[in-house]
T-cell receptor, first 113, second 114 residues
């Protein structure tokens, strides 16, 4: 079945450092791919998305490119801020699965001043 | 445009009781999905309702059930609560296509079973 694998956390970075969180997926069809962010005590916020191969999603300085050949959707940001501290989830939605999202295990990011 | 609203935000229940959680999706969205989030199991899909019909179901026991009303609002019910049901329950709203291209989440209901 479909699955998403994220790099293990927690990840601790200094402010202005470069961020990469790896995400790979397994899907039977042609999925849409997402990154969600969760701040303490909150629900999930959609950070960015890509719906087909080679699409690049971007938002708030974060980027991720849908790579079909490597089945990956790695999240990157050039310069992190303390306010980026949160848990990040990679997710997919496969064709004919309707609203069902399959999530990775989440990666906790902590940014120190 | 109003976001996804979940009520209540917090609940404390006793083992053996039942509980009903509510989710109001974004206006115009016809699909509501429910997820359970726990530290050990992460985010797990419970079920999806589209146009008042259950369209997808995850791997949870029959104690977990749901429904959707004609205005797309959805409720989920958990009967005979167990300690392991303590979790953050999240609902997500989307337009309802064959494949989701955008799903928006509520803030969740934190259920504690004692």
């Amino acid at each position: 079945g479909d699955s998403v694998t994220q790099m293990e956390g927690p990840v601790t970075l200094s402010e202005e450092a470069f961020l990469t969180i790896n995400c790979t997926y397994t899907a039977t069809g042609y999925p849409s791919l997402f990154w969600y962010v969760q701040y303490p005590g909150e629900g999930l916020q959609l950070l960015l998305k890509a719906t087909k191969a080679d699409d690049k999603g971007s938002n708030k300085g974060f980027e991720a490119t849908y790579r079909k050949e490597t089945t990956s959707f790695h999240l990157e940001k050039g310069s992190v801020q303390v306010s980026d501290s949160a848990v990040y989830f990679c997710a997919l939605s496969d064709y004919n699965q309707g609203g069902k999202l399959i999530f990775g295990q989440g990666t906790e990011l902590s940014v120190k001043p | 445009k109003a976001g996804v609203t979940q009520t209540p935000r917090y609940l404390i229940k006793t083992r053996g009781q039942q509980v009903t959680l509510s989710c109001s999706p974004i206006s115009g969205h016809r699909s509501v999905s429910w997820y359970q989030q726990t530290p050990g199991q992460g985010l797990q899909f419970l079920f999806e309702y589209f146009s008042e019909t259950q369209r997808n179901k995850g791997n949870f026991p029959g104690r977990f059930s749901g429904r959707q009303f004609s205005n797309s609002r959805s409720e989920m019910n958990v009967s005979t609560l167990e300690l392991g049901d303590s979790a953050l329950y999240l609902c997500a709203s989307s337009t309802g296509g064959a494949r989701t291209t955008e799903a928006f989440f509520g803030q969740g209901t934190r259920l504690t079973v004692v």
